[in-house]
T-cell receptor, first 112, second 115 residues
């Protein structure tokens, strides 16, 4: 059974710092991995999607990497801003079905 | 706005009542998903439709839960005889079969509070 873990559960850093969020999964037979942002009490915004055959994807200040064999993905945020404060979730889709399996998220606070 | 929409955004109900939520997917998307998210946790998969066919159901979807997508467009999720443990955010997502990666796009969610 696939399990997705995100560490740390919470992270607080000063504005301007670069930071890395981690996501690990136990079953490497994934189809793709998505990173999402969720503002408090709100819905989910897709940030980046990495196919299982890809190593990384970039969008603006965000870069997501995938190491399928080791069951790890990272989300790198450059030059963090207070507006980046949110919960970041990763989710994997398996080869065998269409549902997403989620981590519990990392709550990020960027201090001005 | 061509994103996924959900109604209502908030619902407060008393234990034992029935509630129904609606999801309107992105118009060209033929796949539709329901998830449930409790406080501090990631979402959990409930069910998935391709067009009007319900193809996957989680064991979380007890007999009190039913979902429909009668014409392959909007979907409804009904919870009968609600319990306090049903309090959660109910999220709907859609994706395109023709899309390269089957990326799922989410609506704003319906927050259910059962008193």
């Amino acid at each position: 059974k696939q399990e997705v873990t995100q560490i740390p559960a919470a992270l607080s850093v000063p504005e301007g710092e670069n930071l890395v969020l981690n996501c690990s999964f136990t079953d490497s037979a994934i189809y793709n991995l998505q990173w999402f942002r969720q503002d408090h009490g709100k819905g989910l915004t897709s940030l980046l999607l990495i196919q299982s055959s890809q190593r990384e994807q970039t969008s603006g200040r965000l870069n997501a990497s995938l190491d399928k064999s080791s069951g790890r993905s990272t989300l790198y945020i450059a030059a963090s801003q207070p507006g980046d404060s949110a919960t970041y979730l990763c989710a994997v889709r398996m080869d065998s079905n269409y549902q997403l399996i989620w981590g519990a998220g990392t709550k990020l606070i960027i201090k001005p | 706005d061509t994103g996924v929409s959900q109604n209502p955004r908030h619902k407060i109900t008393k234990r034992g009542q029935n509630v129904t939520f609606r999801c309107d997917p992105i118009s060209e998307h033929n796949r539709l998903y329901w998830y449930r998210q409790t406080l501090g946790q990631g979402p959990e998969f409930l069910t998935y439709f391709q067009n009007e066919a319900q193809l996957e159901k989680s064991r979380l979807l007890s007999d009190r839960f039913s979902a429909e997508r009668p014409k392959g467009s909007f979907s409804t999720l009904e919870i009968q005889r609600t319990e306090q443990g049903d309090s959660a955010m109910y999220l709907c997502a859609s994706s395109s079969q023709g899309g390269p990666y089957n990326e799922q796009f989410f609506g704003p969610g319906t927050r259910l509070t059962v008193l």
